[in-house]
């Protein structure tokens, strides 16, 4: 944070300088040298401290305790420590600064007004008509910060931990996969960003301690009095869930758009037998007609016989890869990508890429040294890494690393966006576009259920790009191809579908019906097992993976373009029913579905041998994407389903681009892109698009066209988004279609505005 200018000094009431008889009543300011500092001092853990109350936006303030300056110290107040996750240090607002009795009886900050109580330490922020938004207390003693939690969900809070209400929780926040329960809610990325459902947010910058939601009021506890200050915390107020996302994005950071690529499916594997091997898993996925567009390699160490030849070595393997670039062209010419895994053995690293590093005296803590190491081999054509490991880093360390992944790539290819995978992270993560997958989690029906929920709060948390290892990572006895398939089908509504595990052979589409499931890979493990062999010549799954593998390359058009919204406004990709449906305790109670986007509602199958899913639908109409049936919302519904089904929904009033089926995304494919219009309200969709690869768009090089819908008036229109351009091909041929009816109208778009009419 800044340096307070000089002119900013404490406020304190014109009474009080009256009282003591100083001259410079009349103007509410006290110079730093008065003795009523000294007589009425705020005191927290045991020492002095000064208030400030800072506006950041119109619906956020900023609350900092923090030590004041001595006298004849010019320097204003101690700056706060900087651990990388917010996006600047301060923002242009008034600061109110506060460092001895009695307070302002109100400051106003943007929609926010806050009422302070000295002693005790009490902060009242409420909207500017009179909303309350939260009290704090702060402990003099203790440092401990009390605030309100009122009786609606709160979510948010990172990936992991226990889901979905974080309520009646006690969250020490310990990071990695030893933070909370591994098997089945995943490695733990605890992020203190607190969601409110009725109406207000709270990050807390500074300290990282234990949050206790047991209770009427929940608690931040620092793990000691000295650990309580500095103090730094923001607050936001809104009954807007949109507004409250944009205010995470303007303290931490928006998301950055990834490579196109990445969103399609990404393959992974783990022990490699030969260089025949890799080749042949290519060409099977081509053969067999299975979308993917991304390869990933393990790292020896972690198996057998992976990419490198030991762990955290940056050598090809050349058992597997003897000519590694000729075989990274072969993939390429295939149009695959390559990424692969890599470890960090230090427990910290610091600084950029752009620091100097020189190579005689390695510095394994230093960011440039360590990216040196991986540009031989990202000069051979490698794509994207898998940066694994990274428990014992501190905040700082993570965001240091996710940074360099992003700044590092760019070195040698400065007009690509990188790739990369992580398993930590931290809040303003997303401005470096990593993906984040939940770790080592292991086959169980319970992980997959618990993986919804966990999924909507990392998106909560900032994280758009997240997904997890198809399957689970170790195998139990509940590891069937049926709930191989319905992973599968959660993962292919996920940002990261992926699929990877031990006994990785089954993780293939194919893997099921081979009879083959070698190499073993669960030795060291407690309570695994392999599959039962007669599970082996399962031949549903393939088809059933292939289905979906084809949807979600359709829905590429809308998901990229959800993905380019989350980029612009903060919310995710996978979205909280609160995101959308505030008003409704109901939607906003359920952790079990999500959108996909604004209209689509998803809701997985995590019960095995299920013949029904309960689904929630939100007011309004909704219909099912598979039968086309349209049904009442606002209620519970019960659907069947059969291993192929995971139901979904679309809300009346949208619009649906679907692209044609493509084997990876940069595909050409002569054929027009299908737009749905789900009738019953009006809708409206931008469609965005640029070159998935480059910078580009940030110069321009972008299209976005705006479809909108009048139902009354059944008239459909088309015309180019502000600040976008036409891209060829030209003209651009869609097959627009009303629902339910079957026939679809083919139009033709070469930039200039349409507007077409239906028949009733």
Known sequence: MKKPALSE??????RDFLKFGAVAGALGIVPLSSSLLHRLPIRVANREVELQIAQVTAHTVRLTLIDPPRQGDAGGATEIPSDGSLLRESWPGKVTRLI???????????????????EPLTVVIKTVDDAPVQTLHIDKETGMVTFTLGADPILGMGQGGRQFDR????????????????????????????????GWAMFVHAPFGTFDLTGSEGKLLPANSEAALPLDLFVTGSSAPQTIMAEYAELTGHAELPPLWSLGYQQSHRTLASR????????????????CDTLIYLGTGF???????????????????????????????????????????????????????????????????????????????????????????????????????????QMDRPNERPFAL???GYAGMQRYAPFLWSGDVYSTWETLRTHIPIAINTGLTGIPYWGTDIGGFVPTKELTGELYTRWFQFGAFCTLFRSHGRTWKLRLPWGWNTGDMAPEEIRGYNDVADPDPSELHNAEVEPICKKYLELRYRLLPYVYSAVRECCTTGLPVMRALWLHYPDDGIAVARGDEYTWGRDILVAPVTEKGAARRNVYLPRGNWYDFWTEERLGGGKEITRDVDLATMP?????????????????TGEQVDAPLSVSIFPGADAAFTLYEDDGISFDYRHGEWMGIAMSW?????????????????RGPSPRKFAVRVWPVKESREIQFEGRPLDLHWEA
């Open 9 to 14: 000094q404490p406020i304190v009431p014109r």
């Open 100 to 118: 001895g009795q009695p307070a302002p009886d109100t400051i106003t900050a943007g929609n926010l007004r806050i009422g302070v109580t000295l």
């Open 167 to 198: 309520r009646g929780n006690v969250d020490a926040m310990r990071s990695g996969q030893g933070g909370y329960q591994l098997h089945t809610h995943g490695a733990h990325v605890p992020i203190p960003w607190l969601i409110g459902t009725s």
């Open 276 to 291: 025949e091997e890799i080749l042949q898993e290519a060409k099977t996925f081509r053969e067999k007609k299975l979308p």
């Open 303 to 409: 198996c057998p016989s992976g990419w490198n030849t030991a762990n955290g070595s940056f050598d090809w393997n050349r058992h597997v890869f003897p000519d590694p670039q000729a075989m990274i062209h072969e993939l390429h010419a295939a149009h695959f990508k390559v990424v692969l895994h890599a470890v960090i053995l230090a427990d910290r690293l610091r600084g950029t890429v752009k620091d100097s590093c020189e190579l005689a005296r390695f510095d394994e803590e230093s960011a440039s040294c360590y990216w040196d190491m991986h540009r031989g081999v990202f000069a051979t054509g490698v794509d994207g890494w898998w940066p694994d490991e990274g428990d014992p880093l501190d905040i700082p360390s993570w965001l240091t690393r996710i940074r360099m992944y992003w700044e590092g790539a």
């Open 422 to 424: 992580h398993r930590n």
């Open 648 to 664: 979904l929904y679309v809300r009346e009033g949208s619009i649906i681009p679907l692209g044609p089926v493509k084997q990876y």
């Open 710 to 726: 009048k139902d009354h008036a059944r008239r459909f229109t088309m015309r180019l988004a502000d600040g976008s351009k036409f």
